[in-house]
């Protein structure tokens, strides 16, 4: 148990243009989602937390108007990068925290490569 | 403020040569402690939560161990599959987001 899936898992965009990226929670309820970015080598850096029906906290230095959370049911959570510059580059991966066994709480996506051009 | 190291950054083994990899970690109160394995381009595989100082899991030629400053994730007898860039984080008691170390590349040569 405790899948969770994010769409797509590359994506390639022209400078300026907006991406969205879904993570799904599969078999159960996440109370809560992570997005974090990872660059090559690094670390993942938190960008933002979400709970459902709620607006997302973000991390400091982390834009809210460019990085869109909306985590409008208990299985979706959304992350849309706006107007994409070639900085935005890089590995996003989503975390969906379940009210279950703790140990299911942190399950995380498979990750999106984005790449903008 | 919170603060994972993990060392080595990179390690290089002979198949069947074991090994342990290090996780320090500094935290105003530890909820929980855990360890994954990441493949490249993959999101993180969970592999272990350790709570209190003392305790140890084990899940194949894997042992977590941990104390109330650091953590350990021995590999015994390692295999070229379990090459993998290995994450430790800490959840601290203020919040749910994890605090993530930068990994150890784990290389295991036949």
């Known amino acids: 148990g405790a899948v969770v899936s994010q769409h797509p898992s590359r994506v390639i965009c022209k400078s300026g243009t907006s991406v969205k990226i879904e993570c799904r929670s599969l078999d159960f309820q996440a109370t809560t989602m992570f997005w974090y970015r990872q660059f090559p080598k690094q670390s993942l850096m938190l960008m933002a937390t979400s709970n459902e029906g709620s607006k997302a906290t973000y991390e400091q230095g982390v834009e809210k108007d460019k990085f869109l959370i909306n985590h409008a049911s208990l299985t979706l959570s959304t992350l849309t990068v706006t107007s994409a510059h070639p900085e935005d580059s890089s590995f996003y991966i989503c975390?969906?925290?379940?009210?279950?066994?703790?140990?299911?709480?942190?399950?995380f996506g498979s990750g999106t490569r984005l790449t903008v051009v | 403020e919170d603060q994972v190291t993990q060392s080595p950054e990179a390690l290089r083994l002979q198949e069947g040569e074991s090994s342990s990899l290090n996780c320090s970690y500094t935290?105003?109160?530890?909820?929980?402690l855990f360890w994954y394995r990441q493949d490249p381009g993959k999101g993180p595989e969970f592999l272990f939560t350790?709570?209190?100082a003392g305790e140890e899991k084990e899940k194949e030629r894997l042992k977590a161990t941990l104390t109330k400053k650091e953590s350990f994730l021995h590999i015994t007898a390692p295999k070229p599959e379990d090459s993998a860039t290995y994450l430790c984080a800490v959840q601290p008691n203020s919040g749910y987001a994890l605090n993530f170390g930068k990994g150890t590349s784990l290389l295991v040569t036949p």
């Open positions: 350790l709570y209190s």
């Open positions: 935290v105003s109160g530890l909820r929980g």
């Open positions: 975390s969906a925290r379940g009210d279950r066994n703790f140990n299911y709480g942190y399950t």
